[in-house]
């Protein structure tokens, strides 16, 4: 129980920073480059750092090798990302968009494992799904006009939407379970 409930803390904690985030994105990112080079970078890092975090919830015996790749395809991405966006915001939306593909993918993977033991975990699942599909429309979409980080802001406000319903759906799981004392 003590995995669910960290995990619980961990995807409020994920969902608080991507509103922040979005709301960041909305307010100054659309004025301030800097902001927005910030903003674009800083998404795949606290993907890492979450990781780390989701990677000590779980208990010594688990698995964690999803967790450890998801970090360093996180690592790897926001270097990417700081290196695309000095040739531009289409090649820094591919970057992004690769990095949607695979960590949904690794979400998908985890919800499916996670689901017999914590239950609730469809809204993980459905949210890695949605992942790898968004990660694809930013491929498709990257050299259009008008493409910025702020294409990036919906993907994020579900992100905090489907950890939100996750930990609440975990908050379940946990009063489920009958107080020994």
Known sequence: METAKSLRTLYFT????????????????????????????????????????DIKANPPAASKTPQYVNAAISIITAIAVSI?????????????????????????????????????????????????????????????PNQGISTLAGYAAFGAFYFLLTAFRLSKTINAVPITA
């Open 84 to 144: 695309a966006l000095q040739k531009g915001i289409p090649q820094a939306l591919q970057v992004f968009g690769t990095w949607a593909i695979l960590t949904g993918l690794i979400q998908l993977i985890l919800g499916l494992r996670r689901r017999k033991q914590l239950g609730g975990q469809w809204p993980m699942i459905i949210s890695g799904g949605q992942s790898m599909l968004a990660g694809i429309a930013f491929i498709a979409m990257a050299h259009q």
């Open 14 to 53: 994920r969902a608080a920073f991507s509103i922040v985030w979005v709301l960041l994105v909305a307010t100054a990112a659309k004025t301030n480059a800097t902001a927005a080079t910030i903003l674009f970078i800083i998404y795949p890092v606290w993907d890492a750092i979450a990781t780390y975090f």
